[in-house]
Structure formats: C-alpha cells, structure tokens
C-alpha cells in the first residue's frame, strides 16, 4: 500500500545528522535551497532508507519527489511565520509521546533497540520528533487556512457527477442502518471480590520488596501494555476514561500504587511514574472478573423474550431500547448505530459492513430489512463481554452514486477535488516570490511543481 510522502519525510528527517551517517562516512552537503532555508542530502537519504523500510512504493525517483516534497514544506513553514501561526506544546507533546510509543512497538520492539538504530538516546529522539511533530502540526495549520475558503455549492456537485464519464462515477459499497439493544451479563460478586483480592496481594507483594510492579503487570495484567510491564506511557487527562484520569492525576508521588480502580474494562491498580507538563506516565494491571456461562445464559434468555415480545408486536424496538438497553453509545439515538472518520466526522447511520463491529455484522448480514435478531454474545474490543439482539432497520445495495441517495458523498468527493486544487494554486503562486536554488544534478527532474527551475 502506498504511503504519503508527506508522512515518510516527516518521520525520517527529525533523525537527520545521525551517528550513523558519521558511521557511515556519509558527506553531507545541500542540494536545495528554499528561501533561507537549506535541504540536505542526509535528509533525503534518510527518508528514501526509512521509505525501503516502510515499503513505500514511489511514483517516481525518490531523490526527486523527497527534495520537492521538503521545499513545499518549507514553503508553508514561511507562511506560518508571516501569518504568526503556531501550536500549543501540549498538542505536540500528546502526539509525541503516542508517535514514540508506535515507534517502539511497531517499528524496533525495544527502546535500546531504536538508540541502536539512530544513533541517539531516547531523549535526543525525542526531541527530533517534537520538532517535526510541532512542524506538521503548523504545516496543518497552514493547508486548513487555505482550504478553508473553499465552498462547494449543489450546482458543482450535480455539474461534476453529470460531467464524468460513467464508468468513473464512484461505486457505493453496501449500506446498512442497524439498531441494536444490549445487556451486560450479570458479574457474581465473589468474582468481583476475587479479583480484588488478588489485586491487593500485587500491592502488598511490591510495597515488601518482593517483586516490582512491572514484572507483576507482565505476568498478570490482561491489559495490552502488559509486555512492557503495564507502563502506558505519557498521557493527557482526556485520553484515558475518566475513572482512571481521576485516580492517575491525583497521584505525586513515583513508585507509589493507587487503591483498586473500577472502569468499563475492569479493575486495576495503577503506579504512578513521572509528571512531564500537564501529562503524566503510570504503569497498571488490569484484572477482569471472570464470566459464568450461567450468567451469559441468564442474559440471552432476558433478551430472546424482549426481543419475542417486539415480534408479537407487545412493545416497539424503539420502546424496549429506552427500557432496557444498556449501550451508552445507542440508547439515546433509538438504539441506531453510528460510524464515524475523517469523511463523516459527526457519524453516519449508514454504515458498511465491514466497519461494523465483527460479531455483529455476521449477524446483520443474514437478517432481512425489518427482522430481529436471535440474541448473540459481542465480544468488545475493550475485552468486554456483552449480549445483545440487533435489528435490521435499512439496507441499501451496492450501487452507482447517485444525488439522491448519495450527496454527502459526492460532496465530499467534489469538496476534495477542489481543496486539493486550491493547494496547489497556492504553492504555485508562493513558488513566484520564494528564492529557490537547486544543486547540479538534482534539478534534472520532472517535477510535480514545475516552477522549481527558476531560468
């Protein structure tokens, strides 16, 4: 799959000037100029090796399309400064520390591992990628200021799908509108009362010397930060539940263990490790009370008479998701679910199948529009377990777009088409007043911009 260019250069040339190129007796030297700013060939080299090791396809010669991607960056940097545009260190701090973690667990596995790599302590890392977060943040900034006066009307959108030829109008994959009721199944307590048993022997255990929390969080917590030692991290209070933050960001005092934390995911116990700014770093364990399959029979049973009362008419959908459904994200929407991304931020009830969640949409895909589902269990992607009965409220086959049943997305589609144009009209225009030199041997390209080559 092809990656964006923009991306790969920004998460290769915060680690320019590297050990590893004085290693490799790399001479660096620059090979563009864009107003008062240099580009070199480290940071291009850089970016095309992190390219290989990313399988990034390149339409095109990398020492081509990398140096001309660096100069439109650069292009929008100086246009941040005249607009005096700039970001707060906790909207980069956040992204930092999230880039940093994927980074390790994706990319290297360990963090000694990454030092290897680069050449660089885990603190100088850091700093490269603050730099370069803090510039796409601004370069952000900048692209959302100029596409912003960009307004598409009906009269566009009907002109654009009349004008492509109709083997180019976009397929609309199949749609469904899916109403769904939920019952959490009924945890004993002396599940419960296990769990925090065993919760408070891990406190006692690291309080004696007997072992550290981060061994116990490896061996025990059914959390995914488990394997390394339950830390999470740097976070801001916003991105944990709220349970958690308010616990997490009472606690001063490193090495100290919280006492037992309920959330939706379970009960955990958390050690405070450091405060940086108004974001702190803690290690957990997370245990989740055990589930008798008699409890998750009990509450299958509950929702195969509900949904046998809404068949025979006794009570509506909409009736019996306001008396019993315990979904937080539906009960108030009639039990219609959502889906939302980058093109529907405010969410769609209009989802294909595949977004949504997997144990549900075998369900969907055999009922018929207007059918309830037999009751089945979900299991969350927060590790929780759940039953509930789904009905098939609409389904809209696959289809050529149309303005009737599909404005939103043609919208989105036209209102794309034209940002982008006026993006490029942009760094055209600001080409013309911006001073540009380009080393021998490095100019012999078939730009995207042709404006580089300034004769």
Same mark, same amino acid.
């Given at each position: 799959?092809?990656?964006?260019?923009?991306?790969?250069?920004?998460?290769?040339?915060?680690?320019?000037?590297?050990?590893?190129?004085?290693?490799? +007796?790399?001479?660096?030297?620059?090979?563009?100029?864009?107003?008062?700013?240099?580009?070199?060939?480290?940071?291009?080299?850089?970016?095309?090796?992190?390219?290989?090791?990313?399988?990034?396809?390149?339409?095109?010669?990398?020492?081509?399309?990398?140096?001309?991607?660096?100069?439109?960056?650069?292009?929008?940097?100086?246009?941040?400064?005249?607009?005096?545009?700039?970001?707060?260190?906790?909207?980069?701090?956040?992204?930092?520390?999230?880039?940093?973690?994927?980074?390790?667990?994706?990319?290297?596995?360990?963090?000694? #591992?990454?030092?290897?790599?680069?050449?660089?302590?885990?603190?100088? &890392?850091?700093?490269?990628?603050?730099?370069?977060?803090?510039?796409?943040?601004?370069?952000?900034?900048?692209?959302?200021?100029? &596409?912003? @006066?960009?307004?598409?009307?009906?009269?566009?959108?009907?002109?654009?799908?009349?004008?492509?030829?109709?083997?180019?109008?976009?397929?609309?994959?199949?749609?469904?509108?899916?109403?769904?009721?939920?019952?959490?199944?009924?945890?004993?307590?002396?599940?419960?009362?296990?769990?925090?048993?065993?919760?408070?022997?891990?406190?006692?255990?690291?309080?004696?010397?007997?072992?550290?929390?981060?061994?116990?969080?490896?061996?025990?917590?059914?959390?995914?930060?488990?394997?390394?030692?339950?830390?999470?991290?740097?976070?801001?209070?916003?991105?944990?539940?709220?349970?958690?933050?308010?616990?997490?960001?009472?606690?001063?005092?490193?090495?100290?263990?919280?006492?037992?934390?309920?959330?939706?995911?379970?009960?955990?116990?958390?050690?405070?490790?450091?405060?940086?700014?108004?974001?702190?770093?803690?290690?957990?364990?997370?245990?989740?009370?055990?589930?008798?399959?008699?409890? &998750?029979?009990?509450?299958?049973?509950?929702?195969?008479?509900?949904?046998?009362?809404? @068949?025979?008419?006794?009570?509506?959908?909409?009736?019996?998701?306001?008396?019993?459904?315990?979904?937080?994200?539906?009960?108030?929407?009639?039990?219609?679910?959502?889906?939302?991304?980058?093109?529907?931020?405010?969410?769609?009830? #209009?989802?294909?199948?595949?977004?949504?969640?997997?144990?549900?949409?075998?369900?969907?895909?055999?009922?018929?529009?207007?059918?309830?589902? !037999?009751?089945?269990?979900?299991?969350?992607? +927060?590790? #929780?377990?759940?039953?509930? &009965?789904?009905?098939?409220?609409?389904?809209?086959?696959?289809?050529?777009?149309?303005?009737?049943?599909?404005?939103?997305?043609?919208?989105?589609?036209?209102?794309?088409?034209?940002?982008?144009?006026?993006?490029?009209?942009?760094?055209?225009? #600001?080409?013309?007043?911006?001073?540009? @030199?380009?080393?021998?041997?490095?100019?012999?390209? !078939?730009?995207?911009?042709?404006?580089?080559?300034?004769?």
């Amino acid at each position: 799959m092809k990656k964006s260019i923009l991306m790969v250069v920004f998460m290769t040339t915060l680690f320019q000037y590297t050990e590893s190129y004085a290693q490799n +007796n790399v001479i660096d030297e620059v090979v563009w100029v864009v107003g008062d700013e240099a580009i070199y060939k480290s940071e291009v080299e850089e970016a095309r090796q992190d390219a290989l090791l990313n399988d990034v396809q390149w339409d095109g010669d990398p020492y081509c399309l990398i140096p001309e991607q660096l100069a439109v960056n650069k292009l929008f940097l100086n246009q941040a400064e005249l607009d005096s545009i700039f970001v707060t260190d906790e909207d980069v701090s956040q992204t930092v520390e999230s880039n940093y973690k994927r980074l390790v667990e994706q990319r290297f596995g360990t963090e000694e #591992k990454m030092e290897e790599h680069y050449g660089m302590s885990r603190d100088q &890392i850091r700093s490269r990628l603050y730099e370069t977060t803090r510039q796409e943040y601004i370069i952000s900034r900048v692209r959302e200021k100029i &596409i912003s @006066r960009v307004k598409v009307t009906p009269a566009e959108v009907r002109r654009y799908l009349k004008d492509i030829p109709s083997e180019e109008i976009p397929s609309i994959p199949t749609q469904v509108e899916v109403q769904i009721i939920t019952l959490d199944p009924v945890i004993p307590q002396e599940e419960i009362d296990e769990v925090k048993s065993e919760l408070r022997s891990y406190i006692d255990r690291v309080q004696s010397g007997e072992v550290s929390f981060s061994t116990l969080a490896v061996l025990y917590s059914e959390d995914g930060s488990a394997r390394n030692g339950g830390d999470l991290g740097f976070f801001g209070r916003g991105q944990m539940v709220p349970e958690f933050s308010a616990v997490a960001f009472n606690m001063t005092d490193p090495g100290r263990i919280s006492k037992i934390v309920e959330t939706e995911y379970g009960f955990h116990i958390i050690q405070f490790v450091e405060r940086l700014g108004d974001r702190i770093r803690v290690r957990h364990i997370l245990r989740k009370p055990r589930i008798p399959a008699e409890s &998750i029979d009990n509450c299958l049973g509950r929702l195969d008479t509900i949904a046998q009362d809404i @068949r025979l008419g006794n009570h509506s959908f909409e009736y019996c998701v306001t008396a019993y459904s315990q979904d937080k994200n539906t009960r108030n929407n009639n039990g219609l679910m959502t889906f939302s991304n980058a093109m529907n931020p405010l969410g769609t009830s #209009k989802i294909e199948l595949q977004y949504l969640q997997q144990d549900v949409a075998k369900v969907v895909n055999r009922l018929h529009v207007g059918e309830i589902s !037999d009751p089945f269990v979900i299991q969350m992607e +927060n590790g #929780k377990t759940t039953c509930a &009965i789904v009905k098939l409220k609409n389904k809209i086959n696959a289809h050529k777009a149309n303005m009737a049943d599909d404005y939103d997305i043609l919208y989105d589609m036209v209102s794309t088409i034209r940002q982008q144009e006026a993006l490029e009209k942009w760094v055209r225009e #600001k080409q013309r007043t911006t001073y540009v @030199r380009i080393s021998e041997g490095w100019n012999d390209c !078939d730009f995207k911009y042709p404006g580089w080559n300034k004769r």
